[in-house]
């Protein structure tokens, strides 16, 4: 009855269906028949149980129908089969009936797809909504699964080569899909071998379905056996590497086959498509652990080539456009993309496992880490810095930014890397712009001046080559790095800015407003960086295109606002940026983009009426009309003018001048002065009827008359003729003619010999007698002369006429002597602030005020700025120095003057240089002139000067003293370009404003085509000393000897030495691209000895400019100048490609000049704090170039040392080292514990794979180690001032710090090999520690903070090391021979402190070793040690009280 029912229900649900008549009566005839003959043929019995179980079978292409449950199906037809009276035969033949119903592929098809659901009516809880195809259903009855399957795999060859039929369904996939996910497999193995075979016959398509469902379809257990076949697999057929890796990375793998199976990968990776390089990655990736992490990334690193990937699409695509056929640019452009999206692809997978495993971060960044030469850097390293960088961890995110600067620091991953990663792959690029911006922004807040040009390469290329989108946010980055205030990044950033307005004005235009942005925070920027910002704005707005027109108005209106400010500051800002503006708006146009070249009539408007406002705004303050002056001067320097804005500036400049500051020579000049007039600095003698002169003391007491009346009465402003506007004005003057006539000065040449209406110098002797407004006064003048003549010198000193250099180095003669003037004339006006010089920085930086900061500044200033008196101490010293070698002989001081000088103390003009005008660089070309020796030149020294031009030592020490400061400030610390100073930048670079508009390598330019001289000059000196070494048999200190000369020849060669030092210690020398401006320098030093330096490699340069230089070694006049040399020989040996082979010629001349007596002219010895500094960084020299540090330190300790300590009243020095003594010990003390602490760092850590030998070398260098650390803490009982003591305890406990660290690794390993070296070795550091316990005591009872403040680091090191040994001891067994007793407090001299006696000891040391030499070896027992241990504790006592003995002994 139930068959019945269901089968009334099925032919309801066909009518319903209307399916076609022709399928209704076979169907209902098919079930007749059944009903009738049930087992009549095996057909039927498959239809029957199928229809029992509850499925429909369907014709043609409509689906199989289902009106229960899958799971209810299976268990009717396992029931029904296993209820059969012929099972287990009827289940082939249910087979059977299954094979020939799907013989026809439509009915097949429909075995294969999911049954429809057939729902009684009403209830639609049966059955759920999606059911399985019915052979998925049948496979799921374990007693049919394997005939099923074998009837599939059989089935599955006639579909092979058929290809997807209709609808997109490939047959052959969905027979695979059926196997997948089964519950339970009943033969896996036999399944696996099945598959297996069918993927050796079958189509590519196929084979790839079939190995991508393998861990879907098998169980566990066959995972690793299917792996190894897959491995062979790969080998064989790359086409397959997509899919088998997709497997093998399911599959569930053994360590060992996977390790396998991944070197396998790897060795395939260079034949691999590039589509399929991403699977290849992942898995590479995703299948490494923890411990091979570095080895398989280095691996991938090296084979994964991506520069391969690219450039062939893209030199395709180049050629194709070349040939303008735009077919073939379009078929290679999706070639480009597709490599992009592969390389994108490969990115992620490295991504992916980025983030989710630390250990792969860590190899990545110890990987990039590890390469070493600038070649082997790869585009993948900083693609994957950037990956790093963009995950949100932390660590990563550091880590890559730490190897990111450490790399560009290095100079191994430079530019050109850069610029090709974002030129071949600038689409993926893209997907990390957060990531380098945040980056590019890290580096240029860096403080390190090598990382910044880096960060500016990654915004220049990333504005370049990205959307809008991030050109915006590049420009807001660079706004806010401006706006930080912080030197180097506002350098960068604005040089960035113009470099991009320069390279894309219409980009940069659509981000004016934001750049304009910067006008607001304008108070922290340098005068220099404001011209740079306004340069750059004024390029926008006022540019040939007018870009950025749109921000005329606001430029116009800040402007004006600042102009008409009364706040010196802003006023400043104003006439800087207008001046900008004018160089933009009258910029020299070319001819095709304006009317006839010539600039527009409305703009020479504009300018004009710009600079009138300049004008008039500047007129009331003589310092704002100054910087005006000297921004104009500028703007004609660097700027192309328009002709006509060029003749409107230069039309009245000349007669302006000569009517503000030139007089004829005539009648006398009438007025009341402080002092009586009288014309000075004639160097015209033929021309004194109808000649010229500078007004300068009638204006200077003018002008301080007109401030008088302006402070007692408030008059209307109007312009006033100012002093300061004289040297400003003259350059603007001299500019303008050179413009004119092409540097011809023939016009204003009398200016140079003309003379100044000034007093007799003579006043100066008697300035104690004089009003303090009269010494202010008197000062001003000199300040002013001195800048007038400095700014005569910048004028003429490039003419090329012998009477024009005659008079330019009169001028210098000029000023070397009103300099030795001026600084008695201020040490004895204290509390003067002199005029100003350079007006486009703050006018109250670095004035000094009280009456005592000259002396004293002076003394700092003089040190820091190396401009050192060879012999002597005080810094009165140079103003003789500098005074004495004037042409006129009537100036020189008497011996009681100079006496005089030294008990008041002159000051030095170091800390006066703002006030003084800048020097030109090209004045350094003066250098190029011979050099005068007073020696050689006595009563005729006049006449010889005119017939030759020779430069006079004192004016050399002047000009190289000014050449060493520009050194310092462009080529110390730069990198490639210059870069700011960090600390005091407004300190520092007072002084430097035309020298910061040249870039440090036309410095290092000029310096080396000044090369020549300055060896001439060097060789000039040697000679010199040479002969006054010969004539006074080789005394320093002889009769002959000039002690004015000697301080001014010495002064001149340390000079020299340092130039060439800062010259090749140049930074920028290490880049490809400046190798031979280095080879060009270092040749001209080799060829002073050797001739053909052209043809020379840079090896041997190096080693012929060594050569030469250390021929200089015998004439080295003080201390100070011999370390220059030992630096500068450092330096040019490091320019080669092998500085150790100098490392022993350098240590001999160090150790040379530490073994010699130092005697100043006068014959005392060297001494004072310059000669200390001197000697300590000469000791560093030594011991940093010499081959056995440690026993360098042994050998000035061990000998040098007890030598001074034996010495006699008379000869307080060490005999093998004379510049050690009473004085000097201290600096010797400081360098032989530093260095030694040094050392012991770099010693290798013990490790447990050492050999023995390894293991004796390391124990032996500790051995020397701890006995020279021995031989220096116990000079504490001799030399026990607090200074050594400080000395002691800080380098103490980083020594013991090292020897944890290092060396008890060491002894952990090597005691039982070494057992009696070690013991010895413990001893002898037991002895210093003890010794280090009693200076803490020591320090307690003096409580001196300087000393307490190293105790407790100190203390709790002594105490590690206590129980380091012990653990030392119990890791080898023989924790029985280590015991602790209490250690008593004792001051220096081992004395016990008392007032401690009650207390609790602080501090416990170990006395291990002693019992350890009475145990006979494995014989002892443990209860035998245990009984040892009171006569242990008795014998901690005894070796105290002994140590007491040897104490006071020893004392």
């Avoid at 500016?456 to 959307?467: E, K, V």
């Avoid at 400010?565 to 070319?590: C, F, N, Q």
């Avoid at 003429?796 to 180095?809: G, I």
């Avoid at 310059?1170 to 440690?1190: G, M, S």
């Amino acid at each position: 009855m139930m068959r019945k029912k269901r089968r009334s229900s099925v032919d309801k649900g066909e009518g319903a269906a209307a399916t076609t008549t022709k399928v209704k009566k076979s169907r209902s005839a098919g079930g007749k028949q059944k009903e009738a003959v049930a087992e009549e043929t095996n057909e039927s019995v498959f239809g029957v149980f199928l229809r029992g179980a509850g499925v429909t079978l369907k014709q043609g292409a409509t689906s199989n129908e289902i009106a229960v449950d899958q799971v209810v199906f299976q268990k009717r037809i396992q029931q029904q089969l296993q209820k059969s009276p012929r099972y287990p035969g009827i289940v082939q033949e249910f087979i059977s009936g299954l094979e020939s119903h799907i013989e026809d592929p439509e009915r097949f098809r429909n075995c294969l797809l999911p049954c429809v659901p057939r729902l009684p009516d009403g209830d639609s809880s049966c059955v759920s909504s999606f059911q399985e195809s019915l052979l998925r259903m049948l496979l799921g009855i374990e007693m049919l699964q394997t005939l099923i399957i074998n009837t599939l795999l059989e089935k599955l060859p006639e579909f092979m080569l058929d290809g997807a039929g209709d609808g997109g369904l490939s047959v052959p996939c969905i027979i695979i899909n059926q196997l997948k996910w089964l519950d339970r497999v009943v033969d896996s193995k036999e399944l696996a071998a099945k598959l297996m075979e069918l993927v050796s016959v079958a189509p590519v398509e196929v084979q790839r379905d079939i190995i991508t469902s393998l861990p879907e379809i098998l169980e566990d257990s066959q995972h690793n056996d299917i792996a190894r076949e897959l491995n062979s697999l790969l080998q064989e057929n790359t086409q397959l590497t997509v899919p088998i890796l997709d497997a093998l990375s399911s599959l569930n793998l053994s360590s060992s086959l996977l390790t396998e199976v991944r070197g396998a990968v790897m060795t395939t990776l260079a034949a691999v498509q590039l589509e399929d390089l991403p699977v290849v990655v992942k898995f590479i990736l995703h299948s490494v652990s923890t411990s091979d992490a570095y080895e398989v990334v280095c691996n991938l690193r090296k084979k994964l080539e991506l520069e391969h990937c690219v450039l062939p699409p893209v030199l395709q695509a180049s050629q194709s456009r070349l040939k303008n056929k735009g077919a073939a640019v379009s078929a290679s452009t999706p070639a480009a993309c597709s490599s992009q999206d592969s390389i994108t692809l490969i990115l992620d997978g490295i991504k992916s496992a980025v983030r989710f495993q630390k250990t792969i971060s860590e190899a990545w960044l110890k990987a990039i880490e590890s390469v070493d030469d600038v070649e082997d850097h790869k585009v993948i390293d900083l693609l994957v810095l950037f990956i790093l960088h963009s995950t949100n961890a932390n660590q990563s995110r550091r880590g890559a930014e730490r190897v990111l600067k450490v790399k560009v620091r290095t100079g191994q991953i430079q530019e050109a890397l850069l610029q090709k990663t974002f030129r071949d792959y600038i689409q993926v690029m893209r997907g990390y712009f957060p990531s380098i911006l945040a980056l590019a922004q890290s580096l240029l807040h860096s403080p390190d001046p090598c990382v910044v040009p880096f960060g500016g390469h990654m915004y220049r290329h990333s504005f370049t080559a990205f959307d809008s989108y991030c050109q915006q946010e590049v420009v807001g980055s660079l706004v806010t790095h401006v706006c930080s205030g912080v030197g180097g990044e506002v350098d960068m950033a604005l040089e960035l800015l113009s470099g991009l307005v320069t390279e894309k004005p219409s980009e940069m235009a659509l981000y004016a407003v934001f750049v304009k942005g910067i006008l607001d925070y304008m108070d922290n920027l340098t005068p220099q960086q404001i011209r740079r910002l306004f340069h750059l704005l004024s390029r926008l707005a006022f540019g040939q295109q007018q870009q950025g027109a749109h921000i005329q108005d606001d430029m116009h209106i800040v402007i004006r606002k600042q102009l008409s400010s009364t706040v010196p500051k802003y006023k400043r800002i104003g006439i800087i940026g207008a001046v900008m503006i004018v160089g933009s708006m009258g910029a020299l146009r070319p001819k095709a983009e304006s009317q006839n070249g010539s600039l527009p009539q409305e703009t020479l408007r504009q300018v004009t009426a710009l600079l009138e406002l300049v004008q008039s705004s500047s007129e009331s303050s003589p310092e704002a009309a100054a910087l005006y002056y000297d921004e104009l001067a500028n703007l004609i320097l660097t700027s192309m003018l328009d002709p006509q804005v060029q003749e409107m500036i230069g039309k009245s400049v000349l007669d302006d001048f000569q009517e503000d500051f030139v007089v004829d020579l005539g009648p006398d000049i009438t007025g009341s002065f402080p002092f009586p007039v009288r014309l000075m600095y004639n160097l015209d003698e033929d021309e004194s009827q109808g000649g010229i002169a500078i007004n300068l003391m009638p204006l200077l007491a003018k002008d301080l008359q007109n401030k008088g009346e302006q402070q007692s009465q408030i008059k209307k402003a109007h312009k006033r003729v100012s002093p300061l506007c004289l040297s400003p004005f003259f350059r603007l003057l001299r500019l303008c003619e050179e413009k004119r006539h092409q540097g011809d000065l023939e016009e204003i040449d009398a200016l140079l010999g003309c003379s100044l209406v000034l007093t007799d110098m003579d006043i100066v002797e008697k300035i104690e007698s004089l009003s303090k407004a009269e010494r202010d006064f008197l000062c001003t003048l000199l300040f002013h002369t001195i800048n007038w003549f400095r700014e005569v010198i910048n004028a003429f000193c490039r003419q090329k006429e012998t009477e024009m250099k005659m008079k330019v180095m009169t001028r210098l003669q000029n000023i070397t002597y009103l300099q030795s003037l001026l600084e008695r004339a201020l040490a004895g006006t204290p509390g003067y602030v002199p005029p100003l010089a350079n007006f486009d920085g703050e006018s109250t930086d670095g004035i000094i005020l009280s009456s005592t900061a000259p002396v004293n500044k002076a003394k700092k200033d003089g040190s820091g700025k190396k401009r050192k008196a060879p012999g002597k101490n005080s810094s009165g010293n140079n103003s003789q120095l500098e005074e004495g070698m004037e042409a006129d002989e009537t100036q020189q001081p008497e011996k009681e003057k100079e006496k005089e000088k030294e008990v008041r103390q002159g000051v030095s003009l170091v800390s006066y240089r703002q006030f003084f005008r800048e020097l030109d660089m090209e004045v350094l070309s003066v250098l190029q002139c011979g050099l005068l020796s007073r020696s050689l030149l006595d009563s005729e020294l006049n006449t010889k000067v005119r017939e030759e031009v020779l430069l006079g030592p004192a004016e050399l020490v002047f000009l190289l003293e000014d050449m060493l400061r520009k050194l310092e400030f462009c080529l110390t610390a730069v990198p490639a370009k210059r870069a700011p100073f960090l600390k005091g930048r407004t300190d520092k670079s007072v002084g430097f404003s035309h020298l910061q508009q040249r870039s440090s390598k036309d410095i290092a330019s000029c310096c080396v085509q000044l090369l020549p001289a300055l060896c001439s000059h060097l060789e000039n000196c040697h000679n010199h000393f040479q002969t006054l070494l010969s004539e006074n048999n080789g005394v320093v200190d002889g009769p002959a000897t000039d002690i004015q000369e000697h301080q001014l020849m010495s002064s001149g060669y340390q000079l020299l030495l340092q130039v060439l030092n800062t010259t090749f210690s140049w930074s920028g020398f290490s880049q490809p691209g400046q190798r031979s401006l280095l080879k060009k320098a270092l040749g001209v030093l080799a060829e002073r000895l050797k001739e053909g330096g052209a043809e020379m490699n840079m090896e041997q340069l190096v080693k012929h400019s060594f050569k030469y230089l250390l021929n200089f070694r015998s004439t080295m006049p003080s201390l100070s100048t011999a370390l220059c040399l030992s630096q500068l020989l450092s330096t040019v040996s490091e320019r080669g490609g092998n500085p150790a082979a100098y490392r022993e010629q350098t240590a001999s001349l160090a150790r040379r000049f530490l073994s010699q007596e130092w005697v100043t002219a006068s014959g005392e010895k060297e001494r004072g704090n310059k000669f200390n500094e001197a000697l300590q960084t000469l000791l560093r020299v030594y011991l940093v170039h010499v081959d056995d540090i440690l026993k360098a330190v042994e050998e000035i300790a061990g000998e040098g040392i007890p030598e001074l300590l034996n010495a006699s009243k008379d000869d307080m020095s060490s005999a093998s080292w004379p510049t050690l003594n009473r004085q000097t010990f201290l600096v010797f003390y400081k360098v032989l514990m530093a260095e030694l602490e040094k050392a012991v760092r770099k010693i290798p850590a013990g490790k447990i794979s050492d050999n023995t030998e390894a293991q004796s070398e390391k124990l032996l260098t500790w051995n020397l180690a701890v006995r020279d650390f021995h031989i220096l803490v116990n000079l504490v009982k001799v030399f026990d001032t607090r200074l050594v003591l400080n000395v002691c305890l800080k380098y103490g406990r980083l020594f013991l710090e090292s020897f944890l660290k290092l060396g008890m690794p060491l002894l952990d390993y090597s005691f039982k090999r070494h057992k009696e070296d070690v013991q010895s070795l413990l001893k002898t550091f037991q002895l210093s520690t003890r010794q280090l316990h009693h200076m803490c005591g020591h320090s307690k009872i003096h409580q001196d903070t300087s000393l307490t403040n190293h105790v407790p680091a100190l203390k709790k090191s002594l105490e590690l090391f206590l129980y380091r040994v012990k653990a030392m001891l119990t890791l080898n067994n023989c924790q029985e021979a280590f015991w602790m007793g209490n250690l008593k407090n004792r001051n220096l001299k081992g004395e016990e402190i008392l007032s401690q006696r009650s207390q609790e000891s602080e501090e416990e040391e170990e006395e291990e070793e002693e019992e350890e030499r009475s145990l006979p070896p494995q014989e002892q027992s443990e209860e035998e040690a245990q009984d040892s241990d009171s006569e242990g504790s008795k014998q901690v006592n005894r070796i105290e009280d002994g140590d007491q003995d040897s104490t006071d002994d020893s004392d």
